[in-house]
T-cell receptor
Framework: AQSVTQLGSHVSVSEGALVLLRCNYSSSVPPYLFWYVQYPNQGLQLLLKYTSAATLVKGINGFEAEFKKSETSFHLTKPSAHMRDAAEYFCAVSDRGTGRRALTFGSGTRLQVQP | NAGVTQTPKFQVLKTGQSMTLQCAQDMNHNSMYWYRQDPGMGLRLIYYSASEGTTDKGEVPNGYNVSRLNKREFSLRLESAAPSQTSVYFC????????????????FGEGSWLTVV
């Protein structure tokens, strides 16, 4: 079964600093990969997704993620953090094959942005 | 622009009581899901319905039942609530889980906060 690991349950950056949230997946076959964001007391919103086209994926709100097969990673980055980016971020994965394809989520990383 | 709507938003239950969480989507999606979210554990899939008329167990189905009432609606029932079921529950939908790729992009409701005392 697919699994995804998010390193760091909490990340704190200063406003204007680089944001880097880490995600690694476990699969010999590259899966579909997603990043979602959850603002307080809200549902999850799709940030971006990788489905086999370009390895550098651009999403909403200035975020992007790079798929690296050799590292089995799909880290999320943003060049300059803004206060409104404070939220919880979830990496998710689903199989490409004929098996179960419902998304499997990582445990989440809470991003704090300091003024 | 409703998307996925779930009710109730908040509920307090006593141990042993039953209740049903309702969910409806207006995006003409084939697939629907129920997840629960617990601190430090991310979201875990309870049940899903790939298409109208089908339901399948997810990662944590014990203590729950589901009904895919029609294409729009997918309900989650707790027959005898337990404190371990205190959680935030999210309903979600996608175009079609069987397609993979874009068919797996999930759209979430705003959550239902359930406390079992």
């Amino acid at each position: 079964a697919q699994s995804v690991t998010q390193l760091g349950s909490h990340v704190s950056v200063s406003e204007g600093a680089l944001v880097l949230l880490r995600c690694n997946y476990s699969s010999s076959v590259p899966p579909y990969l997603f990043w979602y964001v959850q603002y307080p007391n809200q549902g999850l919103q799709l940030l971006l997704k990788y489905t086999s086209a370009a390895t550098l994926v651009k999403g909403i709100n200035g975020f992007e993620a790079e798929f690296k097969k050799s590292e089995t990673s799909f880290h999320l980055t943003k060049p300059s953090a803004h206060m409104r980016d404070a939220a919880e971020y979830f990496c998710a994965v689903s199989d490409r094959g004929t098996g179960r394809r419902a998304l499997t989520f990582g445990s989440g990383t809470r991003l704090q942005v300091q003024p | 622009n409703a998307g996925v709507t779930q009710t109730p938003k908040f509920q307090v239950l006593k141990t042993g009581q039953s209740m049903t969480l309702q969910c409806a989507q207006d995006m003409n999606h084939n697939s629907m899901y129920w997840y629960r979210q617990d601190p430090g554990m991310g979201l875990r899939l309870i049940y899903y319905s790939a298409s109208e008329g089908t339901t399948d167990k997810g990662e944590v189905p014990n203590g729950y039942n589901v009904s895919r009432l029609n294409k729009r609606e997918f309900s989650l029932r707790l027959e005898s609530a337990a404190p371990s079921q205190t959680s935030v529950y999210f309903c979600a939908s996608s175009e079609d889980i069987r397609q993979g790729g874009s068919g797996n992009t999930i759209y979430f409701g705003e959550g239902s906060w359930l406390t079992v005392v």
